[in-house]
């Protein structure tokens, strides 16, 4: 993985960390008769003596954790059969990408290379995602697909980037 896209990655837990962290604290921790008041006014009708003690102990990291950990949106997952079929669509678009590009027989410029090679790499690691390693028929198609990959790469010169892309870049 690109060195950019660690410190990205790492620059969206840390936010996520943070605003878990910030949306869970109490409103003041300096007065400990505010964050009963908090408490209080969250639920009417119920008086501070009829709070339970969980409701009244501050919120910590791992409360944070916890809701961060939780998936939000179920529906961005796909089931297996139709994430195996969009991997399988997706890295066969890329090898017929290539295929062409590998026929016009343009040399391609470094910019283009490296977007190829990215894109080409996160193909691959969607499809070897999707199959079964248990499977001896999805690991000898896996094998297949990786064989086949680093031909039309060597086969239009692409490597591994030499420099990360840009900051406007994914």
Known sequence: MQPRAL???????????LTAVFTLRPAAQSDPSAARRAVVTAE????????????????TLADAMQVLAQPREPEMQL?????RREAEASFEHIMQTLEALADAGERLPIARRDELYRNTNDAFSALS??????????????EDANIR??????????????????????
């Not at 089931?79 to 994430?83: D, E, N």
């Not at 995602?129 to 028929?137: I, R």
């Not at 990959?149 to 994914?170: N, S």
């Open 7 to 17: 410190i990205g990655l790492g620059a969206v837990a840390l936010a996520a960390a």
């Open 44 to 59: 009417p009708g119920r008086s501070s003596s009829s709070t339970s003690p969980a409701a009244e102990r501050p919120r």
């Open 79 to 83: 089931p297996p059969a139709r994430a």
């Open 129 to 142: 995602a999707a199959l079964d390693p248990g499977s001896a028929a999805d690991m000898q198609a896996l």
């Open 149 to 170: 990959m680093k031909a039309m790469l060597r086969e239009l010169r692409v490597g591994v980037p030499r420099r990360p892309p840009p900051l406007g870049e994914p």
